[in-house]
């Protein structure tokens, strides 16, 4: 079956540092791939999508490319902050079935000032 | 406009008694989901409506996990004879359509602690 398997955390970086989260996945048909985030006290929220091959998802200065070739969809930030700490969750929909999100376990990230 | 909305948010009953979790997704939206979060796990899907199909119940981790829908409206997840490895969070996420690049909006879930 599908799944997805993203770095585990948590992740501690300092302000404006570089960041990546790494995401693979497994899927049976052409999936799309999506970045839900998790802020402290709310609710899952979409980051970011793509729905084929080398499409790139932004919003909010992340970045992801939906990577056929290496089954890959990694999270990036040039430059994070504080307000960025969260728990991320990479996530694939399989066009081909029932239509419910497979998820990643979820990376918490901390980011330091 | 509102979100996706849960209720409770949070629910401590003893092992053996029944529960019922429920969830009014955004206006207008056709397709309704339920995940479940264990702790320190991923999200786990158990069940979709879309409409007034009958749902794909094929995800649901045993036959004491019900779910109902009226029409395109309010939900109900239902959980007879809780369990201790019933305790999680439980998500709900409505969409417009049912659909893999349909966003889905998550309501803010309903913690259950089974004693």
């Known amino acids: 079956g599908d799944s997805v398997t993203q770095m585990e955390g948590p992740v501690t970086l300092s302000e404006e540092a570089f960041l990546t989260i790494n995401c693979t996945y497994t899927?049976?048909?052409?999936?799309?791939l999506f970045w839900y985030v998790q802020y402290p006290g709310e609710g899952l929220q979409l980051l970011l999508k793509a729905t084929k091959a080398d499409d790139k998802g932004s919003n909010k200065g992340f970045e992801a490319t939906y990577r056929k070739e290496t089954t890959s969809f990694h999270l990036e930030k040039g430059s994070v902050q504080v307000s960025d700490s969260a728990v991320y969750f990479c996530a694939l929909s399989d066009k081909r079935g029932a239509d419910g999100l497979t998820f990643g376990k979820g990376t918490h990230l901390i980011i330091q000032p | 406009g509102a979100g996706v909305s849960q209720s409770p948010s949070n629910k401590v009953t003893e092992k053996g008694k029944d529960v019922e979790l429920r969830c009014d997704p955004i206006s207008g939206h056709t397709a309704l989901y339920w995940y479940r979060q264990r702790l320190g796990q991923g999200l786990e899907f158990l069940i979709y409506f879309q409409g007034n199909s009958a749902p794909d119940k094929s995800g649901l981790p045993s036959d004491r996990f019900s779910a109902e829908r009226t029409g395109e409206s309010v939900s109900t997840l239902t959980i007879q004879r809780t369990q201790q490895e019933d305790s999680a969070v439980y998500l709900c996420?409505?969409?417009?359509?049912?659909?893999?690049?349909?966003?889905?909006?998550f309501g803010p879930g309903t913690r259950l602690t089974v004693l």
């Open positions: 996420a409505s969409s417009f359509v049912q659909g893999s690049t349909d966003t889905q909006y």
């Open positions: 899927a049976t048909g052409y999936p799309s």
